[in-house]
Nanobody
Framework: QVQLVESGGGLVQAGGSLRLSCAASGRARGLYSMGWFRQVPGKEREFVAAISWSGGTTDYADSVKGRFTISRANARNTVYLQMNSLKPEDTAVYYC???????????????WGQGTQVSVSS
C-alpha cells in the first residue's frame, strides 16, 4: 500500500505561481512513476504531468508544457509540481498518483491522493 498526500494548493492571481507537493508513505514493492492529474466538476480527470522513477523521463500535457515542471526527490519520497504563469483555466482539484508504468491514462495509476484545490483568479 502507498499513501499519497498532496499539499500546496490555494488561491492565486493569473500569472502567479504555486508549487504542489505530494508526499508518499507506506510499504510499496517496486518502483513507481508518479503523475499529476486535475479535475473540475462535471469533467473527466485530466492528465497534467508525469515523471519516471529515476526522474529521467517527464511528460506534460500540451496545455501546461512550458509553464509547469514536475520533479521528484526520492530520498524524501516527495514529488513536486511547480506551476508558473497560471491561468484561470488551470483552476481544478489537483491529484497526484503512483503507477508502475509511466503514462497519461488515469487507469494506469494504482494509488491516488485526496487532492488539493488550485484556484486562479482573473
Amino acid at each position: 500500500q502507498v499513501q499519497l498526500v498532496e499539499s500546496g494548493g490555494g488561491l492565486v492571481q493569473a500569472g502567479g505561481s504555486l508549487r504542489l507537493s505530494c508526499a508518499a508513505s507506506g510499504r510499496a514493492r517496486g518502483l513507481y512513476s508518479m503523475g499529476w492529474f486535475r479535475q473540475v466538476p462535471g469533467k473527466e480527470r485530466e492528465f497534467v504531468a508525469a515523471i519516471s522513477w529515476s526522474g529521467g523521463t517527464t511528460d506534460y500535457a500540451d496545455s501546461v508544457k512550458g509553464r509547469f515542471t514536475i520533479s521528484r526527490a526520492n530520498a524524501r519520497n516527495t514529488v513536486y509540481l511547480q506551476m508558473n504563469s497560471l491561468k484561470p483555466e488551470d483552476t481544478a482539484v489537483y491529484y497526484c498518483a503512483a503507477s508502475r508504468n509511466l503514462g497519461r491514462v488515469a487507469g494506469l495509476y494504482e494509488y491516488w491522493g485526496q487532492g488539493t484545490q488550485v484556484s486562479v483568479s482573473s
